[in-house]
């Protein structure tokens, strides 16, 4: 017996609710094996619908093997359509209460996040409208897996203007997100065995990337003034040399000149590469941003950039320049791997940095971004008074707060998470530990100045009482 409900109401046509629910009842074994169905027009008549919504919920149960008709006899539910029902071993079907309840008001001092509100959607939306009506026919076809010339072209442009990197269009590589850059890089130069060194602390993932190559890090330590360089390896082979130069992550150092020219001369007696992750310095608080590592050295130096921090990380768009002599080989790997990035949003993105929007937003939220570090500042400056001290503030989306005599432990985060308020640790970025302890991470830009202030007043309850 076929038991049907529809519900005229819905969005959902009538002829798919039908097949819906016998595909259901089938899939969950409640229709049996050659079990008979009710003919069309009886069905029809029960559920007070024409024959042909009937029809065609059959005939697409018929096309997908649910069900069979024998002549002069009816439709039977087909054989081996039946589905039993499995458990994912090891995985919790269920989310505790307690982390619900947390989920509900959490402010979280997430590091990398920009301003989300901040974006100007409507703005970006008018634009892509324009870029789809002028967009050619070859515009929808696939394209050249370096990217857009136009986007390479404007891209090459604007990094000269704003951070002294000169370079041609054709260098650049247009990547879903920086993310992938670093995977091309992997894939470039590492193999099983090789090594590569890092700063330490740093972003998790990246070393993920290249140990996935099977190559082994060499973490060095930074301080005040980013990775020290002094303790480059003599006894090492390094393939490539991952540093943040304009704005360590997450201790927040800039690499003095000294110390950049110390790595160049390193990176050219070892016959190695530079990976330089520029992520935020668009966003620097005391003047213009700095000089690129690259300018320095182009031969050594693969520059890693994204929008994610500029923009949104929803656009997913990153870019990297290259020496010449890579760029080929790079290109035939990202073919191989996506393709292209998406190719419209590329083109609309040019349109916004051709028309001056891009560095127009950057001006406009950098003094937002200012004025919510300000009070990041003074709300745990007056929380804490001389118990907190600050590092990496010139810069960026967030900075690192160090809260003396107060050990960032996993149950005073839990409380803290409890209260409602979530900061992370500088020892949960590093490979050594105990160096960091009571530093976190925080960010502030995707923060307002309200949530702010009360996120501090929930960690002032927690911590100090």
């Given at each position: 017996m076929v038991w049907l409900s529809l519900d005229k109401t819905l969005g959902e046509s009538l002829t798919r609710q039908v097949y819906l629910q016998i595909r259901k009842q089938i899939l969950s074994g409640d229709l049996k094996r050659q079990a008979k169905l009710p003919s069309t027009r009886l069905l029809s008549s029960e559920?007070?619908?024409?024959?042909?919504?009937?029809i065609e919920a059959y005939e697409q149960l018929l096309a997908e093997g649910f069900i069979e008709a024998k002549?002069?006899?009816?439709t039977y539910v087909a054989g081996g359509a039946y589905l039993e029902k499995g458990e994912a071993k090891g995985v919790r079907t269920r989310v505790p209460e307690k982390v619900v309840a947390v989920q509900r008001d959490i402010i979280d001092f997430r590091p990398g996040v920009p301003g989300l509100d901040l974006f100007n959607s409507n703005k970006w939306a008018r634009l892509a409208q324009r870029v789809y009506q002028d967009a050619s026919v070859s515009s929808f076809d696939y394209q050249a897996p370096e990217g857009i010339a136009k986007l390479r072209e404007e891209l090459a442009a604007y990094l000269q203007r704003s951070r002294g990197i000169n370079c041609h269009g054709d260098q650049i590589i247009i990547t879903t997100g920086a993310t992938q850059a670093?995977?091309?890089?992997?894939?470039?130069?590492?193999?099983?065995?090789?090594?590569?060194?890092?700063?330490?602390?740093?972003?998790?993932?990246f070393p993920a990337i290249f140990a996935g190559r099977g190559a082994f890090p060499h973490f060095l330590p930074v301080d005040d003034e980013g990775l020290v360089t002094e303790l480059l390896p003599a006894d090492k082979k390094p393939k490539l040399i991952f540093?943040?130069?304009?704005?360590?992550?997450?201790?927040?150092?800039?690499?003095?000149?000294?110390?950049?020219?110390?790595l160049i001369c390193y990176a050219r007696e070892k016959g190695c590469f530079i990976v330089e992750d520029d992520y935020d310095s668009e966003f620097r608080f005391?003047?213009?941003p700095l000089s690129s590592l690259h300018e320095l050295d182009p031969e050594h130096v693969f520059y890693v950039g994204t929008f994610s921090k500029a923009l949104i990380p929803a656009l997913r768009m990153g870019y990297m320049v290259l020496p010449e002599a890579f760029v080929e080989k790079c290109r035939e790997i990202k073919r191989f791997q996506d393709i292209h990035t998406p190719a419209l949003e590329q083109l609309i993105l040019a349109k916004y940095i051709e028309e001056g929007m891009l560095e127009r937003q950057i001006r406009r939220v950098k003094k937002i971004y200012?004025?919510?570090?300000?009070?990041?500042?003074?709300?745990?400056?007056?929380?804490?008074?001389?118990?907190?001290?600050?590092?990496g503030i010139t810069t960026g989306l967030h900075l690192v707060a160090e809260f003396k005599g107060i050990s960032l432990n996993d149950i005073l985060l839990e409380r803290l998470k409890e209260a409602g308020v979530q900061i992370y640790p500088v020892e949960s970025y590093s490979f050594k530990k105990g160096l960091h302890q009571g530093k976190a991470v925080m960010g502030f830009a995707n923060l307002s100045l309200e949530k702010i202030t009360e996120g501090v007043r929930r960690m002032q309850t927690t911590i100090v009482g």
């Open positions: 559920l007070s619908v024409s024959r042909n919504v009937v002549q002069g006899s009816g670093f995977v091309l890089l992997a894939k470039l130069f590492l193999a099983d065995g090789d090594e590569i060194i890092m700063e330490d602390p740093t972003s998790l993932h540093v943040t130069p304009s704005h360590q992550f997450p201790l927040g150092g800039i690499l003095p000149v000294q110390r950049r020219i110390q005391t003047g213009p200012r004025q919510r570090r300000d009070v990041l500042i003074q709300s745990l400056s007056d929380a804490f008074t001389d118990q907190v001290a600050f590092y």
